[in-house]
């Protein structure tokens, strides 16, 4: 079934270790998006990706690394991970409007299941 | 920097009973508001999207409205049912971020 898929849903890891997310989408979405979700902070947006080979920081992007080699992927790589970055993680896509389209607002964002980490 | 606010943060109401969910935006330079539903540990699913130049949408049971200029949005829910029960969320689109609120805590008693 088409969609946006995210694994593992759970992990539990350690501080210090790298951890990577992974995110797929079948879409061909353009855009896709990696948010954390803590209490008392809601939704916020880590790292975000334009099309393949390109990537922007969003509001919180320290402690992570994105790559995007392939349209249909977009994974999370916390390089050194730390406990507070225990969090629920998002990943998210959208496709590509033209600038006309764009003006309008017309798109909106599809999320995956999300990841639930535990760094310990 | 885009700050969202939705109140009240948790609500728990009788069967039937229509209800309004309220968002507010500090910045009025945005493309669309998105009002979304997110169920206990699962990911959020869009309900309703109101473009920046709309006053507002419906779909079912679901009303959102839009004053761009004064920053609030709200969601009218008619006649809850308890399947209503769950976490709704506001976020606006200001370009290739979306702003969210910290949600409403929606409980429909049967």
């Known amino acids: 079934d088409a969609g946006i898929t995210q694994s593992p849903r759970y992990k539990i890891t350690e501080t210090g270790r790298q951890v990577t997310l992974m995110c797929h989408q079948t879409?061909?979405?353009?855009?896709m998006f990696w948010y954390r979700q803590d209490l008392g902070h809601g939704l916020r947006l880590i790292y975000y990706?334009?099309?393949?080979?390109?990537?922007d920081k969003g509001e919180v992007p320290d402690g992570y690394v994105v790559s995007r080699s392939k349209t249909e992927n977009f994974p999370l790589t916390l390089e050194s991970a730390t406990r507070s970055q225990t969090s629920v993680y998002f990943c998210a896509s959208r496709r590509f409007l033209t600038s006309g389209r764009r003006e309008k607002g017309t798109d909106t964002q599809y999320f995956g299941p999300g990841t639930r980490l535990t760094v310990l | 920097k885009q700050e969202v606010t939705q109140i009240p943060a948790a609500l728990s109401v009788p069967e039937g009973e229509n209800l309004v969910l309220n968002c507010s935006f500090t910045?009025?330079?945005?493309?669309?508001l998105q009002w979304f539903r997110q169920d206990p540990g699962k990911g959020l699913t869009s309900l309703l999207l109101i473009q920046s130049s709309q006053r507002e949408q419906t779909s079912g049971r679901l009303n959102a409205s839009l004053d761009k200029s004064s920053g609030r949005s709200t969601l009218y829910i008619a006649a809850s049912q308890p399947g209503d029960s769950a976490t709704y969320l506001c976020?606006?689109?200001?370009?290739?971020?979306?702003?969210f609120g910290g949600g409403t805590r929606l409980m429909v008693k049967p």
């Open positions: 976020a606006v689109d200001a370009g290739n971020m979306l702003t």
């Open positions: 990706s334009a099309a393949a080979d390109i990537t």
């Open positions: 879409w061909s979405h353009s855009y």
């Open positions: 910045d009025s330079a945005i493309y669309n």
